[in-house]
């Protein structure tokens, strides 16, 4: 029998689905052959995991409504698991898990702590949710610090992956094969995931996040729904915990379960974009990118990223997702050609205008943090002297030129966003009406 | 525990409690109103602790306490106007995330212009020393100048709304918005006066608290959770609620950092015998004050198991 379809879908994606998730197979499978210095391997097993929380995280915020600070909780209780699990397989007499199912392990421990955690915070939704997560997160964290004999105080609890038998003759000491375990895992939870946002759960899970009275009317309970959607996104954040654990071989609690982490699940989630189902893998890619590359690169990185969140936010709530798929939709009805200039002109507001932030950011925490190595700045290729006015005129400046130029180009790029976007309305009013 | 400890701790807890009241009222009023979560509700208040500390260094405090909040409550005001109501459309979970980044972006900035570590913004000479001594204990005067400030702000504040005209909009339009817009009143702008005085009420809290506790960059996010605290036990929305769980928290806290008894030591007392071999005794010999920082959270959960709308709320969901 085939439904009239109730809900919203990108025909692209159904059309393609088998090709997407076979690209999505082998960019996982050939990743490491093209990028093959250590660091790209390090950054992909990091992008491999935060994938996975990173989707589990959106079962709640996206899927669901419900906008959590505690997910690191879940991850972080489930690589606290996992990692004693290794430990105790590695010794004399001990439960033998072999490493491979150390994961799910740790998934099995987010799904015990989700559903006695969940069972209070669930019981709200909305803001009152939030607050709830945020105070339990807040409780997990220091009661970790207060019970050094399982969490290891301080130093954390270290572990070593390589025990046991081996499997398939790997034994997963060298990074390359933690890599592709850890990318076997994220496409079977990935997969898992979507599958769940087809199930009848998931389904009322929208409906409940939609308009939770009418869900009430019809006589589900939402509680319910949501403690059973909160159980399963805890279960696959202790996947990501777990697999976390193996990687790293090392877990601190002071890290791994702080409210810092769980609002960095929460931004990258939202960055790459919420409402859609591929939004936080994005999400996941730009928060290894950030926190490796960015954070080399300067030390004003969480002012960047803050002030990116913020934009973004104002701008485009949904995401980078939902930018990527408003342009496909100008693409397929072949009205994105009028739109090049516009965006060129976006371009390069944003660049001056990020230019001379960037320089006058630069420039205040160079006064602020390497006062002693001098007044120079070595700044895209210029000298900047923080002791004299000329380099902060002129930086404002830059910051000045590139925010009016900005704010002209946005101004004539709408007109013709909301022109295209209304002859689009109209050609498919047309086709209905044919 | 003897009599000294008690009136002492007392008096603690009770400045204390009221310094959460400062943040918390500010906090519940904006809720109440907009149906905001202001995240970033206690970044205004290191913003008028650190603002404060500037402004005291070229003029000193006495000026600091009146300039401070009213700069933090402009800050706050144009962060409503310009970045909060842009997002007001999109409904309350953008709202919430964007007062999130702008709480992440407030802690950056003052770490950027501030430093890092602590700044030494010290106590007036008028209000150094102990205000009295009792059974040779000393009460100092900055706590008791938190309860003064704090105890005056209420009175201001029940006054402005119970007894002028813009507060009675403001009641007005905390339940019935759109008959208020349409009486003419302009609701937007009160939303943004509403916004930006408890802002600056998180600012004087700031200019009071900052010198009397520590002005460094991790202060909004250590008292951040326990205002949160504070407006779900008290009751979302509710102002005299918060004021009890106000109390009820800086109460808890005062006494529990203080007292050393366990769970072993008191099992010991009815004459069991409780060793490091003991089932459980890494929870058996945690003291009271070991577990003080968890206590507010604890509350909160028991609260949400027993009682979900809080103390005094009226709100189910």
């Known amino acids: 029998m085939h439904a009239p379809s109730t809900h919203y879908r990108f025909q692209p994606l159904n059309i393609g689905r088998f090709v997407l998730w076979s690209l999505f197979a082998l960019a996982l499978a050939v990743a490491p052959l093209l990028f093959t210095s250590s660091l790209a391997l390090t950054m992909l097993s990091q992008i491999g995991y935060l994938i996975i ?44 898990v072999p490493l491979v199912l150390i994961p799910a392990v740790g998934g099995l421990a987010g799904l015990v702590f989700a559903a006695v955690l969940g069972f209070v915070t669930t019981r709200k939704s909305g803001t009152t949710f939030a607050m709830i997560t945020l105070g339990i997160g807040e409780l997990v964290a220091s009661m970790a610090l207060m019970f050094p004999e399982f969490f290891g105080g ?12 081996k499997f398939l003759g790997l034994d997963f000491g060298p990074q390359i094969q933690v890599y592709y375990l850890i990318a076997v895992y994220c496409f079977v939870c990935t997969g898992l995931m979507f599958a769940f946002t087809g199930t009848p759960l998931g389904r009322m899970l929208n409906a409940v996040r939609d308009n939770p009275e009418r869900v009430e009317f019809i006589g589900y309970n939402t509680q319910r729904v949501r403690y059973f959607s909160f159980i399963i996104a805890g279960f696959f954040a202790g996947v990501g915990g777990g697999l976390a654990a193996i990687n790293f071989e090392i877990v601190t609690a002071a890290d791994s379960v702080s409210v810092l982490r769980s609002g960095g699940y929460l931004l990258f989630t939202f960055l790459g974009g919420a409402t859609f189902f591929f939004g936080p893998m ?45 342009n496909l939709r100008v693409l397929r009805f072949g009205r994105f050609k009028p739109l090049l200039p516009g965006y060129a002109a976006l371009l390069v507001g944003a660049l001056v205008a990020l230019a001379g932030a960037a320089a006058v950011i630069e420039m205040l925490y160079h006064v602020q943090l390497n006062a002693a190595l001098g007044p120079e700045l070595p700044f895209l290729g210029l000298t900047l002297h923080v002791d004299r006015a000329m380099s902060w005129v002129g930086a404002v400046l830059v910051l000045a030129v590139g925010l009016a130029l900005l704010e002209a180009a946005r101004r004539r790029f709408m007109l013709r966003w909301s022109a295209a976007q209304e002859a689009i309305e109209h050609q498919l009013r047309m086709k209905e009406s044919a | 525990m003897n009599p000294e400890f008690l009136v002492i ?19 519940t009023l904006i809720f109440s109103m907009m149906g905001v979560l202001n995240f970033a509700h206690t970044s205004f208040y290191m913003l008028g602790a650190y603002f404060a500390y500037s402004i005291s260094k070229a003029v000193g405090f006495w000026p600091a306490l009146f300039v401070a909040p009213l700069l933090v409550g402009a800050l706050g005001a144009v962060f409503e106007r310009y970045s909060l109501r842009r997002v007001h459309k999109f409904g309350h979970v953008p709202e919430l995330l964007v007062t999130f980044g702008l709480s992440y972006l407030v802690l950056e900035l003052v770490q950027l212009v501030w430093g890092r570590s602590t700044v030494p913004y010290g106590l007036p000479t008028q209000l150094q020393g102990p205000l009295f001594t009792l059974y040779g204990t000393q009460f100092p005067k900055s706590r008791s100048f938190i309860m003064l400030v704090a105890l005056l702000m209420l009175l201001s504040v029940w006054l402005l709304l119970t007894r002028t005209r813009i507060g009675l909009v403001i009641q007005a339009a905390l339940k019935h918005p759109d008959m208020v817009e349409a009486l003419g009143h302009n609701v937007p702008r009160v939303f943004m006066l509403v916004f930006g005085g408890g802002a600056a009420l998180a600012g004087l809290a700031g200019v009071i ?13 250590s008292v951040g959770s326990i205002v949160f605290v504070v407006v779900v036990v008290g009751g979302m929305g509710s102002l005299a609620g918060a004021f009890l769980a106000s109390l009820l928290i800086g109460l808890l806290q005062t006494f529990a950092v203080a007292l050393d008894w366990s769970l072993a030591g008191g099992l010991r007392s009815l004459g069991m015998a409780v060793t490091d071999q003991t089932f459980g005794y890494p929870l058996l010999k945690l003291t009271i004050s070991q577990v003080a920082p968890i206590l507010p959270y604890l509350l909160l959960v028991l609260m949400l198991i027993f009682r979900p709308k809080g103390l005094l709320g009226t709100r189910e969901d």
């Open chain 2, 209 to 221: 608290g900052g010198n009397t506790y520590i002005t460094e960059p991790a202060m909004a996010a």
């Open chain 2, 9 to 27: 701790s007392l008096l603690n807890g009770v400045s204390y409690g009221l310094l959460l009241f400062m943040l918390s009222s500010g906090l």
């Open chain 1, 154 to 165: 301080e130093g954390g609890i270290t572990s070593d992956r390589v025990y046991g038998a």
């Open chain 1, 282 to 326: 994005i999400g996941a890619v730009l928060l290894v990118f950030a926190s490796v590359l960015l954070s080399e690169l300067t030390k004003a990185w969480l002012l960047y990223l803050g002030l990116a969140f913020l934009v973004m936010v104002m701008y485009a709530p949904g995401g980078i997702a939902s930018l990527v798929m408003m």
């Open chain 1, 53 to 96: 929380i990173c989707l589990s995280y959106n079962i709640l915020l996206g899927q669901g409504g419900m906008l959590s600070f505690g997910h690191a909780v879940y991850t972080g209780l489930g690589s606290f698991i996992a990692v004693h699990a290794m430990n105790m397989a590695a010794r004399q007499g001990g439960l033998q």
